[in-house]
């Protein structure tokens, strides 16, 4: 489900201008350069030569109290509306120092979850299950979930109808689950044993079993398929199923 | 479903003005342009004799200080009142350094999902499945999500009854995925394997399989829903249906 | 369902002052024309007669900064609570400079979805399907979502039971919307071909079919109440219906 | 449902202070009077002599700059918090200027919905259905509902089962509609003719049919209780009920 | 429902240090006199000490500019903390002005509704239908709704089967509710006559009738349960019940 | 359901520090000070060098303001970061001053809901039922719930069936809660006599009957859950039950 | 489920660098650091380089306000852009002066929940139930619920049937939950008497009996489990289930 942008895993800011290929990309490039280009090339040029033309007034012996005031109007508005800028490229600073995530992890950044493809100093890129890549403000982040780090843990929830006995159920799923670790495609991505929790909740129409393991980082969604799929057969086999007509 | 303003993909931030035709468009513009000009025209002068006749009261000797107080009034609730569109350019100019979308991509930003018709410095123009196009300001947007980027996911989710065996399930679904996946209209659209990854979710009242499959971008949508019909037929050929009463 | 302030499309600021009519409404608009006008006035005269004393203070070699600083906490607030001012009259401009929509076009604000009857400066004015006229402030504005440009798409979303066969329902839909776009009605209002997209959604108690048409601007409503009616009566007649038990 | 304070329709600020009589409230309002009238003259003192105060020791040599730095922190905090004043004064005066809405009218105001009582620059008072009256600050007020404005429209839902014949009912519903609005109750509240739109929504449990009809300002919700009574009787009478089992 | 502080319902700010009595609670107020004093006492002493010192190292000569900006940064950070409080205040001033609510009125306040205990600058204290106290600051009340002022409604919104006659059941609960708003218990507290406004509301499982009658401020609530009572059982009477299964 | 910290109930800002005991809590309490103290330490030589260094530049006639400048910069962060800070002890030092709650008082803060175990001057520390312990900061909490002042309120909603006669139920269940507030454990915990209200609420599938008692503060959900069983018990008796189907 | 990072709990800003091991980790450490450390540099030299022209501009005798005032502007938005930092910092040092939590503490910080891994002046390092580890910044923590503080409650909610008797139902469960303390695995957990506090809650379709024990700080969640289990055992022997239809 992981992706690499592997040539290039080095998280720099300029990155995205280059990811895509072919002569349309290129030229869209070259138009989108162009662009904003002589939009800086203007804002750029107002400021000098307005700085410039201020200070030959000041040499002249104009007060420019009031012209500095209507500019400082425009600068008000600049700074409070660049404020987001600045926060994004110091959250990503702190994101990066502090090694929060890196390229492959899988991570839920809150407007976004999925596998890490680029960390920027704005932006952090992340495809998420659907193939859809998110671009994330690192300022808008407010906590970061990584998913693998040093290991994972499969919870699985499995219903079962009210009228069954608790704790021969709980022994019945920690028994399937124990041997289904021990057997050779999930034995690879476990590193504990399994926790039998025993009834996590109870309504009126039904309980639910919990039983825990620790996987290795980011395996922990694999383990709790295949575990939620024996449990299950093994409940089916000693009679006790989902809904209390058994 | 996307559709090109062919003749003029560039994107400029006074592309909207002329992207209507007909002679009562025609008025209409001619009319905005009449109100929106006589209101420049009217702050313009206002700011430039403003600031002229408060620089002759400072040549007469007058202090001036209470007056500039009086405008800094005015000029804390325009920068204010401003921040918004500098924050919209800013976001704007940073989305295009970063190539985060492009005319035709289908995006998610929140306020609106769907085909981008336009992309501007100050707002990115989308047109959603039900044909309403959405202008939407590049600075409320915290997050892109780009669905049209080097390869997207299908994903299916089938729903079968409780009481169903999820292994043997499972095998049935994927191996009508992967003889859909081989046959003339959707092989076109696929790039990789059919991934079966089995049971998803189960509760009370059924069981949810997932299959995953790598398209081609924007594609994903349409190659879900061709499997999920091919992976049903097969389901309910093999006797497993959606509910428990088999 | 729309309807025009046909004698004066020209979107102006002072507008709504006019345009209720009677002699209740001009005794009103007496009323609340001396109520503001004195409030105007006497706001004017104590800002001219404060910063004139001011002046004279000044003049008298009296230091005036403390009196600055307090008129300064005046002025904070003003300028404070006047932003929301500053922002709907530059949101305003901007949407106009963009012709984002116009009086009589279908657009959703946010706050109020319905046919817009007035484009102001400050305010939208819009009249919803229930008749009711709502003010909307273009500075609440964050993305506005027009129903009537250049075309529209009708979505027509059928629920059939789970035991149908998908392919063959979609058939039978896709073949009597096509039928039914040819026919005098709805030929008019439909520009394209009706696409048959298949099944949309499948939940464990039913599937989505799902078929789209492109229309004429603001008639995608209508084409899809009339397609609705004709796709279900041949689901009907070939005995695929909206639950299971056919 | 709307009452008049009849005989002083005025929108005036201090208008809330006379508008309950009785002894108990004369007292409780001089009360009152004392209470904000000691608060105000204590602050107003305060101001004046502090900043007579300093004029002193800054006329006695004394460098005020420290002192008039600590009243400044007094002042961000005043001008902060008494922001939201001046926004609701503004947007009074500008709801004011557009006429929005006026006393005996029904609008939606976003915290409340009723009659208003009564128009003020700082709030305005609306009376809702269960005769609760509503304070609400106009500056909180981002988009108004007006509903009695020229005129209302009257909308039918009406649910009917999903094997019924849509064109029939639709038929059946917009004759019976058509009848009621000729006769003597209605006729006088109805503006136009009865449009039937058709199948509005279509789930798996039924459809609903909807019916518009344009009427008098504020009549728009008897006429829409009147007419569902008559169509469903109408509907009724031709064997098609809201569930499926007819 | 309502509980008067009965001796002392002036509101003063005050007020809330001596509403308890008893030896522990007098204790508690010392000790809370004793943490709040010093803490007062140290920030009174900083302050003053602080502005002396700085006084005098101006008369030295000293360049004070950089001290001033270091204590600016506390006085920001205050006079933004601060702003808080000054909302709260202004709001109580402008509420008691304009005669919101007094003592023993029911109000919706948003955080709370109950029964007013007492009115003060900062904050409103109200009694809830659970006898909880609610302290509540004056600033976060954005609209005020006020139940007990000059009238009431009651609004009875009876369901009945979808089977039902609509304007035989109307007819039926309006003549039920007539009378009982004629006898002796619910006669002094009706105001005006009981309305009959018909069907409310109409889905696939039911009906919804509605009444409403005026009542005197406050009993709206009783008039309410008790015409349910009645309206029911006459419905009952008659052979109308809640669900289709007549 | 409360615990006091018997032996120390005086609310103290440095409270925290001391309340856990154990050589591992000294020792983490040891390395805790080590980490703050020696961050204080930097901040405060580096603001007290910074100073003294700006203040000999400026002796030796460099201009100063650019330098200033910068700082300014790290000081409007500095003074904005803060700001929550002071709005925690200013909130903190007036809720001590209205003594709007103390130690072993049941409120709610918002954010969690429990018993008071300590009141300080930035946060207030609640443990909630499960045991968990909430440190609220005070500056977040825009209202305060005290269920625990003077008297408490026990009110118990009854569903009874549809057809149901509710004025005898109500009879039946008034009686019954009559003679359990007269029998011994609830006797002492109530303080007036109970209110039948009567139909709180009637929807299509039942009747919700109400009554209240005033209690003891703290023991209004101890007398609901005895009412609760007694006049569900009368109710059974007297055959009247929550379903239609008695 | 809590895990240590038992060789290092004191808690340093600088922690998060180093707590992943391997080449591949050393290798991205070196080029983050690069990342940063250029970045750094390059913002270090501009500032000085600035600072230092400027005052040779000024001693050139060039009025250098507009400059100032230029540099003003990024300033501003640096200063509101860095205010989130310190807002962090400045929680992180209060909330560890207050010991809210440490490492291996279970805690609530709203934006996530779990066992405490690192405690950071700017973030709070969090591992939760399925092995996620959570970055949380602390000035987003609004409270804190820390579970592991002195003791633990375990709420034991158990659905009966709306018919059975609930002194004899709520007699029999703490009976079985008095047994199940008394005896080996839980009595060492348990810190208390069981608390049998009777019909919390009671709808049309069931009644809840509430049981609560106190315990030792975090096992309130295995206690509450396993009374779960035993409790519910002891009231199916008995007969009372948790449907009416027993």
């Not at 307005?50 to 007034?57: D, E, N, P, Q, T």
């Not at 039998?196 to 909740?201: E, F, N, S, V």
Request: overall charge neutral; cysteine-free; proline content about 2%.
């Amino acid at each position: 489900m992981t992706s690499g942008v592997a040539d290039g895993r080095m998280p720099t800011m300029l990155r995205p201008l280059s990811h895509r290929g072919g002569s349309a990309a290129s030229a869209r490039r070259a138009q989108r350069a162009r662009t904003v280009g002589s939009l800086l090339r203007s804002v750029a040029s107002f400021v000098i030569y307005g700085v410039a033309f201020v200070l030959v007034l000041s040499k002249l012996g104009i007060n420019i109290a009031p012209i500095l005031a209507s500019a400082g109007v425009v600068g008000v508005a600049v700074g409070f509306g660049a404020q987001n800028l600045i926060k994004d490229f110091l959250s990503g600073i702190f994101m990066m120092l502090e090694d929060q995530y890196g390229v492959g992890d899988v991570v839920d950044l809150g407007d976004a979850t999925g596998t890490v493809e680029m960390v920027g100093l704005r932006i952090t890129t992340v495809r998420d299950v659907n193939g859809t890549v998110w671009y994330v403000r690192n300022g808008t982040i407010s906590a970061v979930g990584n998913s693998t780090q040093r290991f994972g843990v499969a919870v699985v929830d499995m219903p079962i109808g009210y009228t069954a006995d608790v704790d021969q159920a709980a022994e019945i799923a920690g028994e399937a689950a124990r041997q289904a670790v021990a057997r050779a495609p999930l034995s690879d991505d476990v590193l504990g044993e399994v926790e039998t929790l025993g009834a996590q909740d109870l309504t009126q129409t039904g309980i639910t079993l919990r039983l825990t393991v620790k996987t290795k980082p980011g395996r922990q969604w694999a383990v709790r398929r295949a575990l939620t799929a024996d449990v299950k057969m093994a409940l089916d086999t000693a009679g006790i199923t989902a809904t209390a007509a058994a």
